[in-house]
């Protein structure tokens, strides 16, 4: 493990940023080419969701990783502005391609499924982490309120993982797995937090 990390030390964090937005290329790529099926749109906003999920997922795990002795902490901020980027993408995609920017589609479509209310709920969780992920913001807010404000990722993280569930009009294994790998993820931090919390006490 000690020879990974030294070996990471020496892979700057923009190698995750390119590495990060070429499955987007490829959707565009598949998109121009004709290679996304019969409903396009649909298959574009599918892809960009997993990705954006996959992402905070994987942001998730640094911090367990860490506890067994993978450092992935300096990609942390690459691995969730990638996310926040995807999910951006997922939005505009649906709100631009699939809605075409018509307000009263746009309404029907939050009333008629609220499982894209839990998907924006999640968005705007992300939107002041995504700003707020620099140096500057770091010093002006502080570490400890800066923290605080951060773990909106969780709440993030969860929206995701239901939202995906909820897509489908049946239970499906593959959006469970993710939801069961968020709430594992998260209890394992709230476990690994309760003996220090106890200590204090």
Not at 136 to 142: F, P
Request: include cysteine; hydrophobic fraction near 60%.
């Amino acid at each position: 493990m000690q020879a990974v990390n030294q070996f990471l030390r020496r892979v700057p964090s923009w190698v995750v940023y390119v590495g990060g937005v070429l499955p987007f290329v490829w959707i565009v790529w598949l998109a121009v080419n004709g290679g996304l099926g019969a409903d396009p749109v649909k298959a574009i906003e599918l892809r960009l969701g997993l990705l954006a999920l996959q992402f905070l997922v994987a942001g998730l795990c640094i911090t367990p990783l860490r506890w067994v002795g993978l450092n992935l902490i300096r990609y942390r901020r690459a691995i969730g502005l990638l996310a926040f980027f995807y999910v951006t993408m997922h939005l505009l995609t649906w709100g631009v391609l699939d809605m075409g920017l018509r307000l009263d589609q746009i309404a029907a479509d939050l009333v008629k499924r609220w499982y894209i209310i839990i998907g924006l709920a999640g968005f705007v969780m992300l939107v002041p982490l995504a700003l707020t992920s620099n140096n500057l913001s770091i010093r002006r807010l502080g570490p400890k309120a800066w923290q605080r404000l951060h773990r909106l990722t969780y709440g993030a993280i969860l929206a995701g993982a239901v939202h995906y569930v909820m897509i489908g009009k049946v239970w499906l294994v593959e959006p469970l797995l993710y939801l069961s790998a968020a709430v594992a993820l998260l209890a394992l931090r709230v476990w690994k937090a309760r003996p220090r919390a106890v200590a204090m006490a």
